[in-house]
Structures are given as C-alpha cells and as structure tokens.
C-alpha cells in the first residue's frame, strides 16, 4: 500500500500539469549569524517613552541545508515552506553555538511581473542544544529555550524551473538563552528538483 501511494504521489507531482505551479527540492543557504540583546548601559529617549538601547554581537558566517516545496498560483503569489538545518554562532562567544532545525512557511508576492517576489514568513526553530557559555562576560548560561519563533523577510528572484536566489533576514522573537535572540542574514538557493528531472 504504502508502495501504490508513493508511486501516486510521484505521478501527480512531476505532472506536467502541476510542475508549472508546484517545485519542491533542495536549498543551501550562506547565513550571518548574531546575538542581539538589550543594553542596559544605552537609554533612548524616543515619542514612547524611555527605553533601553540594544547591543549586536560580531557576525559568524555558518552554512544551511535543508529543502522547500513552493505553490505558485497564476495570480502571482507563492506559498512556500523551507525546512533546513543551521547553526547559530558569534565570534564573541567562542565555540557556543546552536544547531537548530527550522520550519518556516512564507507567502511571496510578484512585484510588477518581474520574477521578483516579496517575501514574509513566520514559523519555528528546534534548538538541538546546549552550550554552557562558560566564563562568557554577557551570557550566564541558565534560561534556555528549546523552541525559538523566527520571523522571516525576503526577496526572493525566480529564474523559472531553474532556481529562486532567496536573500534576506530572519528574526527571533523569543530568547533562546537569558535575555539574547538570534538573527540571520542569508543568500541562498533553491533548485525546484521535481521540474528538472521531470
């Protein structure tokens, strides 16, 4: 049975009639990766009040993998899903880093038929560990998350059943260790397999 549904699911997405609006395949993407904190030493003063400023550590530059299904309907929108692995890491703190599986769906946009989208996301990353941050000056090392909520904005440029070039940033919306969040700047690729092996 399980032989029958397979070989059904493979028919129907390599079809001629689906391949022009579904892809899916593998993606690699070149990331920057930070900290961002809030800095209690910097105060703004701003029309909302008096707040503290926020402090970035250096960029690390880490490697993701993973893969992405995308649907493009005839009205120029995509929705699409990316699940990749990557690592998140400063040259601030050392060996520290986290490893992360990350699920984001996103909707993209066409911009004036050019093969240029738009593109926000908002999903969630699997912290895989640990690190102990000791003798880290900025980091104590005690509240871990083990989910993070990441926000996703993009350009995406689709150059058709070839390959999408997908630059941009994603955000994190939780702190995944004391008070830091993580962010990403990336550039990177998607190869819509099903359309060239078809």
Do not use: W
């Amino acid at each position: 049975m399980k032989k029958i549904t397979l070989l059904l699911l493979c028919l129907i997405v390599s079809s001629p009639l689906l391949s022009q609006t579904f892809e899916f395949g593998p993606s690699v993407q070149y990331h920057r990766t930070a900290f961002q904190f809030d800095d209690e030493d910097e105060i703004i003063i701003s029309d909302y009040g008096i707040s503290e400023g926020t402090k970035v550590t250096e960029a690390d530059s880490n490697i993701a993998f993973g893969g992405y299904a995308a649907y493009y309907t005839e009205n120029t929108f995509a929705y699409i899903a990316e699940l990749f692995y990557v690592t998140t890491s400063s040259p601030n703190y050392g060996n520290n880093k986290f490893n992360s599986i990350n699920l984001i769906p996103s909707v993209a946009a066409e911009m004036f038929n050019s093969n240029l989208f738009i593109n926000a996301g908002l999903g969630a990353g699997f912290l895989l560990n640990k690190p102990d941050f000791e003798d880290i000056k900025d980091v104590e090392g005690k509240d871990y998350s083990s989910v993070d909520i990441l926000l996703k904005l993009a350009l995406n440029y689709r150059i058709k059943n070839v390959l999408t070039i997908d630059g941009g940033a994603l955000f994190g919306a939780i702190d995944i260790v004391d008070e830091q969040h993580r962010f990403h700047y990336y550039l990177g690729a998607r190869v819509p397999l099903n359309v060239l092996i078809k």
